[in-house]
């Protein structure tokens, strides 16, 4: 699944079709109003996390590609596209496999940019604020919440909490202060070591956690489960990736041998 690293890149290669006006709009979604949109000119082309996002004067299109979405530029696939847009000057814009979305041109009424990773509006003490009004929540489930970090996916969670050292099971509440505050950052900083690796073409190479079998500090293997509310895949080492609070009820770790007086009492 494309995570929001990738849309700013779809948004930088599309940077082009700012200005110009569509001469004709098709696809096979069925929710857009295609013959609406023949004439408008796109005014501005945005990243909100892991949707892309085209405004017009009359409308916006919203694109989130999903699990296996894809996007063409001047290129066209052999499957019929979910929208296709062609510029006057010939140019063309195709999505595959996607969902897209007719939503309110004012993009301020569905969208708050202090939310998403990517954004230079990113606020990390409105993420904070909600990661404490949540202290149940997994660190899994919490990174891949799009309402406390729009664009963060299943890589970026995985290689975040292999960083930060930290059990992908641990609750947020029971996280010390400076070890939460690391993890806003590092959703951040990974996102755009993310995009810097992705444009050079780089980024499994750079994978620490994610797919891998064996724990790069530790020389012991993963262990991998599809944990959390969300059951994506998670990849972690029960050595250096320390749960917090230590787990009572799962199979013990080396990290839970701490006696009960230092373990890291829940936030109240
Ligand atoms: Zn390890």
Redesign the pocket.
């Known amino acids: 699944m494309p995570e929001g690293p990738s849309i700013v890149i779809l948004r930088e290669q599309a940077a082009g079709f700012v200005g110009k006006t569509i001469a004709r709009a098709e696809g096979n979604s069925k929710t857009v109003d295609f013959d609406a949109l023949a004439g408008q000119k796109v005014l501005d082309l945005r990243s909100w996390g892991k949707h892309f996002l085209i405004q017009t004067p009359a409308a916006a299109l919203r694109i989130h590609l999903l699990m296996f979405g894809s996007y063409r530029i001047n290129e066209r696939k052999d499957s019929p596209p979910r929208l296709s847009l062609e510029f006057e000057d010939g140019e063309e814009l195709n999505f595959y496999a996607c969902s897209v979305k007719q939503i309110d041109p004012d993009l301020s009424v569905e969208y708050d940019w202090r939310g998403d990773v990517m954004s230079e509006l990113w606020d990390p003490a409105w993420a904070l604020k909600k990661l404490r009004a949540a202290p149940d929540m997994l660190v899994c489930d919490a990174l891949l919440d799009q309402d406390i970090f729009a664009g963060v996916g299943n890589i970026i969670k995985n290689e975040v909490l ?1 960083r930060i ?1 930290v059990h992908p099971l641990s609750t947020v509440g029971a996280l010390p202060a400076a070890k939460l505050r690391q993890l806003v950052a590092q959703a951040r900083e990974y996102s755009f070591d993310f995009l810097k690796w992705k444009k050079a073409f780089v980024l499994k190479q750079h994978w620490l956690a994610h797919t891998k079998k064996i ?6 293997p ?1 262990h991998k489960g599809h944990l959390g509310k969300s059951k994506r895949r998670s990849f ?6 320390k749960q917090y609070p230590a787990a009572v009820a799962l199979k013990p770790s080396r990290s839970d041998s701490k006696p009960r007086s230092q373990r890291t009492p829940p936030a109240s």
């Not at 724990?215 to 012991?220: N, Q, V």
């Not at 972690?236 to 990736?241: A, L, N, P, R, Y």
């Open positions: 292999f050292r724990c790069p500090r530790c020389d012991i993963f972690f080492c029960t050595s250096c990736q």
